[in-house]
């Protein structure tokens, strides 16, 4: 039931990134997702997701279509119902698959900090990152995103990340990709 990325539908041109979305609106868009993530407000949440294109999770921050899971929006509207374990990808370090149910990643692997209390926001900009290959503009061209940042201690590793991506669809941004990044040794 995974939504293919690829060229959208004749009919729903593509929009240019000027599109008249200003940083404080795609700034309270993306509050708004973290807040029904938050909550666990999956069939609202899903009203959010890109109909054509669905909705991609990625556990590090190098995304990769082919192996990152991809939900319709009906799939993620009946997350708390689904009791099927997929894999999400390998765990860092140890190259085990990530094996849970899509409420247990949106607890571990999307929501696993109170991200709406994030120190360090930043739009359309990657406030910390690592080792790991940050691809998110060159996965998603026309995407914008916001960056829900928790920079750790005075160590710095203990950072996290909740990076929430739009995408236009037909005049609005549309969820597309929920990506979680956090400090590995």
């Known amino acids: 039931e995974s939504a293919g990325r690829?060229?959208?539908?004749?009919?729903?041109?593509?929009?240019?990134?000027?599109?008249?979305?200003?940083?404080?609106?795609?700034?309270?868009?993306?509050?708004?997702?973290?807040?029904?993530?938050?909550?666990?407000?999956?069939?609202?949440?899903?009203?959010?997701?890109?109909?054509?294109?669905?909705?991609?999770?990625?556990?590090?921050?190098?995304?990769?279509?082919t192996s990152n899971q991809c939900f319709t929006p009906n799939r993620v509207a009946y997350t708390a119902e689904d009791s099927t374990i997929y894999v999400w990808g390998t765990t860092y370090g140890t190259d085990e698959p990530i094996q849970l149910t899509t409420a247990q990643y949106f607890y571990g692997y999307v929501y696993n900090r109170d991200y709406v209390r994030a120190p360090l926001v930043g739009v359309n900009h990657i406030v910390k990152s690592g080792n790991a290959l940050e691809n998110v503009t060159t996965?998603?061209?026309?995407?914008?995103?916001?960056?829900?940042?928790?920079?750790?201690g005075a160590d710095g590793?203990?950072?996290?990340?909740?990076?929430?991506?739009?995408?236009?669809?037909?005049?609005?941004?549309?969820?597309?990709?929920?990506?979680?990044?956090?400090?590995?040794?």
Request: hydrophobic share 35%; glycine share 8%.
């Open 6 to 65: 690829g060229q959208l539908p004749p009919e729903s041109p593509n929009l240019p990134l000027e599109s008249g979305l200003q940083d404080s609106e795609l700034t309270a868009l993306a509050y708004t997702v973290a807040g029904l993530i938050r909550e666990g407000d999956y069939r609202t949440l899903a009203t959010y997701i890109h109909p054509v294109y669905g909705l991609v999770f990625a556990p590090y921050s190098t995304i990769n279509l």
């Open 139 to 152: 996965v998603f061209p026309e995407g914008k995103f916001v960056d829900f940042c928790f920079p750790g």
């Open 157 to 185: 590793n203990s950072w996290s990340t909740l990076r929430i991506v739009f995408e236009p669809y037909e005049g609005e941004m549309k969820l597309s990709a929920l990506i979680h990044s956090e400090y590995t040794e």
